[in-house]
């Protein structure tokens, strides 16, 4: 029988087994196996007591921490020769084998913290020639012989936290290259001269840790075999003031640069506590959290060359003007809770910053001191920047031109006054700060109307932080008028809600203005001219306001568009205003806009082309709105180029409508980033889909429509085609035939008939035709004649003396056509009907030639044609039937048709 107490615990862990079962397999399966990338294999948190046999052969680095190792055994590292990098620590590692390296020749890095290896001999690291990092920390070392002497490539050495009793890491000369050497939290407590004699030849020796180990012994010299020393940490060791003066002593035949003494125990600083460092070169110095109430007049004399000082978080009763004395080369100046309340207020006296005339910056955070008076920072005419933030000076609740007059002769750039409980700043506080850039007013409480005189004087200001004002800041016409080069300007918690209600805009100097912040300050009513000016405006943020009233299409006068003066806007924050709809016009123009956040608002039904001017967005925040459709009218342009979009949590309408397009772009976008795709983007109509994630949407719902749409589209535009083309030839046809025979004839030639068919005739055509349309002849034919085309005209061209008959015969058979011109006269001459007709059909039947051309001037039926002249237009080639047109603009192309005919080949073709 078990006891009670027993039982419950048994029945306990039982119900926490059955209760974390999934999960607790989940997990068992996530670790069984080691994550391989990029030659990288990953075995970490996997309980694995031995190296896996089954992984990449040419993998270089291999982390198998945090697992259940006894050893590294050669033969099982032996698959794997290219290991560079190998991390076994947090396991139960008790030795090193001796042939680890000779199988590993290319390690170089080889992590052992946190094993139990205890004796560390000669032959275990023999072979690694080429390590470079070797770290022991948290083991049981205990060294026979010299285990460090084959690292001739080593450079980083942690030993910490071993117990050692001694610094001595070897008896003779070894770790040539060694930079960094880490004895942090062992147990010995002196410094014997020959500790660091091992080290004597490694002459690239930069940092030495011994961090928390109770020294109370130096002897003199024994840093001097590692005289190449440049960096100390001695942090938590709490040795004392007087030991600190025996290593300051040991440090002045070393080349050491920086001393970190933190957590030392230093209540005091004496004037002999640095003394020993008088000849070194030191010029960084960390005394911070050591509870230091006080630092006597000379304390740092020794110190010539110190260039940064740090002595945050300790208990400073009083700063005098000899506190720094001997500090001339000092630039930064760290006190940052240094200073702080307790029995009574601590004080800074006038001048006790003056003999740091080489102080960049100054750093005063979180303190409690009394007052700032008129000479407080008085003699730092190098200082460039004032870290007051978070302290509490009586003097600066209310400023006026009085409370920092102790910076008049400091080159200031940068102000930090943020948290510092002022008030009320007087025109005038900072006129004197004429190289002023960046001025932070943040987490206040000024309550006051800005009128433009508080930042009288600084012409060189680039950003003013005023956020979390607690809204009790109001602005007026000329609030900036002072700083018109100013590139920041943060408002974001501070502003009163009418704030921003006036015209002219506070804003309209501000054409240098990049960022402005106005979130978070419950504005409802803004002009359309509040950002007029601001054409440099990149940053616009606005969220957590009340501006849905003014995109209202009900709104009084209509929607306030007060974007349109940021044309380079790149981004803006609009989340949190309530907005239930957006103009058309209200985001026009923003073509350089690459963010738009409108998170947790009321948006539901966009208008089309709303997004249409936004080519450049990289980024749409959507998330917690009411949007059930995203349609292509609205979000194709804006969607081309995202990197992130976010829109989830709104209740999509997952039809084919309204999310058949958006899931088809998810389904294809590989740009684009979309968190928490499937668990947060959820249908909530119709039932079918609802509380399911927009993914599970069927799009084949939707692709019985598409065939007709497709029909639909494909026959309306082929019976548009068809009715554009029938009403072309029929009104413009000649126009196209016209322009398509120049097109052809001024390529290929006007005539198909060879060069030696011209030669044998001396005209291009003989003309028949009646009395009555001689003058037609004259006017419209005799024109065409030039050095390539020739008539015969009977009246003209006839033989004098010649007989009539014999003349036609003689002038047809020195013609290559004969030209008909068709009218009804010409079917009633009888002499054209007799002789004329029956010589050219001789010609074109005996002959074999087809020479006739008929241009019809009048509508002359087919059977009379035949009855009269014994032809027909079908016993022609199209283009030698010819009508004279009716309108006078188509006469060219009928003189171009003309020309074609005639020239024709008269040969027949096969």
Request: charged content about 20%; proline content about 4%; glycine content about 4%.
């Amino acid at each position: 029988m078990c006891s009670p107490r027993s039982c419950l615990l048994s029945w306990a862990l039982i119900m926490c087994c059955l209760m974390m079962g999934p999960s607790y397999y989940v997990a068992a399966v996530k670790k069984n196996s080691c994550h391989v990338q990029d030659g990288r294999a990953d075995c970490s948190h996997l309980s694995l007591r031995e190296i896996p046999p089954d992984l990449p052969t040419n993998i270089f680095s291999l982390d198998i921490s945090h697992n259940r190792l006894v050893g590294l055994p050669p033969v099982s590292l032996k698959l794997y020769p290219g290991l560079v990098h190998l991390d076994a620590s947090y396991n139960s590692i008790s030795k090193l084998e001796e042939g680890l390296c000779q199988t590993l020749p290319l390690l170089q890095t080889l992590n052992l913290k946190h094993n139990q290896v205890h004796l560390l001999k000669n032959e275990d690291l023999s072979h690694c020639t080429n390590l470079i990092s070797l770290n022991m920390a948290s083991n049981r070392l205990k060294l026979e012989g010299e285990p460090f002497s084959g690292l001739q490539s080593l450079k980083f050495l942690d030993v910490s936290i071993n117990k050692l009793q001694s610094a001595t890491l070897g008896s003779q000369p070894q770790l040539p290259r060694l930079v960094k050497l880490n004895l942090a939290f062992n147990e010995f407590t002196a410094l014997k001269r020959e500790d660091f004699s091992f080290l004597n030849q490694s002459s690239f020796l930069q940092l030495l840790n011994l961090s928390s180990v109770p020294l109370n012994t130096l002897e003199t010299g024994c840093f001097k075999p590692i005289s190449g020393l440049r960096t100390l940490i001695l942090d938590g060791s709490k040795i004392g003031t007087r030991v600190i003066s025996k290593v300051c002593s040991a440090l002045s035949d070393t080349a050491i640069d920086a001393l970190s003494l933190k957590k030392m125990n230093l209540i005091t600083l004496t004037n002999t506590t640095f003394i020993g460092l008088n000849k070194t070169n030191v010029t960084f110095l960390d005394l911070s959290s050591n509870s230091m109430s006080k630092i006597e007049d000379g304390s740092f004399q020794w110190l010539p060359k110190l260039q940064t000082l740090i002595m945050s978080d300790n208990n400073l009763k009083r700063l005098t003007n000899s506190s720094f004395m001997g500090l001339e080369s000092l630039k930064k100046l760290q006190l940052t809770k240094a200073l702080v309340k307790s029995s009574s207020s601590p004080i800074i006296n006038d001048f006790s910053f003056q003999p740091l005339s080489s102080l960049e910056s100054l750093i005063l955070a979180g303190n409690k001191a009394l007052r700032i008076t008129e000479h407080t920072f008085t003699g730092l005419t190098s200082l460039t920047e004032l870290d007051l933030s978070g302290s509490s000076y009586t003097s600066l609740k209310y400023m006026t031109n009085r409370t920092l007059i102790s910076l008049a002769g400091s080159p200031l750039t940068k102000l930090n006054l943020i948290g510092t409980d002022i008030n009320l700043i007087n025109n005038g506080s900072f006129s004197f700060l004429r190289n002023l850039t960046i001025l932070l007013l943040d987490y206040n409480f000024i309550r006051q109307s800005l009128t433009g005189g508080e930042f009288e004087g600084l012409d060189k200001v680039q950003e003013i932080h005023m956020s979390n004002n607690y809204q009790s800041v109001t602005l007026s016409s000329g609030s900036f008028v002072g700083v018109p080069g100013l590139r920041v300007l943060t408002l974001g918690k501070s502003l009163r809600a009418e704030a921003l209600n006036q015209d002219p805009s506070p804003f309209r100097f501000l054409s240098n203005l990049t960022i402005l912040d106005l979130s978070n300050n419950n504005i409802a009513n803004i002009k359309e001219s509040m950002l007029e000016g601001t054409v440099n405006l990149k940053v616009l943020k606005l969220q957590h306001n009340n501006l849905a009233r003014l995109w209202k299409s009900a709104n009084l006068g209509g929607p306030v568009f007060f974007l349109k003066y940021t044309r380079n806007l790149i981004n803006l924050q609009l989340d949190y205003n309530g907005f239930d709809e957006i103009p058309v016009e209200a985001l026009r123009g923003l073509t350089s806009l690459e963010e738009l956040s409108l998170t947790n608002n009321l948006l539901n039904s966009l208008k089309d082309s709303v997004f249409d001017d936004l080519t450049s967005l990289r980024v749409l925040r959507l998330q917690k709105n009411l949007i059930t459709a995203v349609r292509p009218e609205v979000f194709k342009t804006p969607m081309s180029n995202l990197s992130l979009l976010v829109m989830e949590k709104n209740p999509f309408d997952c039809t084919c409508d309204s999310i058949l397009w958006f899931t088809t772009w998810l389904n294809k976008t590989n740009m684009t980033s979309v968190p928490g795709l499937k668990d947060q983007y959820k249908c909530n109509t119709p039932l079918t889909y609802f509380n399911r994630s927009i993914m599970d949407f069927d799009p084949l719902s939707c692709k019985d429509m598409t065939p007709f749409q497709a029909l639909y589209i494909l026959s309306s535009t082929a019976v548009i085609t068809l009715i554009v083309i029938a009403l072309l030839v029929r009104f413009h046809g000649w126009r196209i035939q016209f322009y398509w025979n120049i097109l052809i004839n001024r390529t290929l030639g006007y005539s198909d008939a060879k060069l030696e068919e011209g030669r044998e005739f001396e005209y291009d055509a003989y003309v028949v035709y009646a009395d009555r349309d001689a003058s037609w002849v004259e006017r419209r034919l005799v024109p065409l004649e030039n050095e390539m085309c020739r008539f015969c005209l009977e009246d003209r061209d006839s033989v004098i003396g010649m007989p009539q008959l014999e003349s036609i015969v003689d002038n047809m058979n020195k013609s290559r056509k004969i030209l008909f011109v068709v009218t009804e006269s010409l079917l009633k001459d009888p002499w054209c009907r007799r002789f004329k007709v029956y010589q050219a059909l001789h010609q074109v039947i005996e002959a074999s030639r087809d020479s006739v051309v008929l241009v019809f001037l009048q509508d002359v039926h087919d059977y009379k044609l035949s009855r009269s002249l014994f032809l027909r237009r079908g016993m022609l080639r199209s283009c030698c039937v010819l009508d004279w047109p009716v309108h006078k603009e188509r006469v060219p192309a009928f003189h171009q048709k003309l020309l074609i005919a005639l020239g024709m080949t008269n040969r027949l073709q096969d």
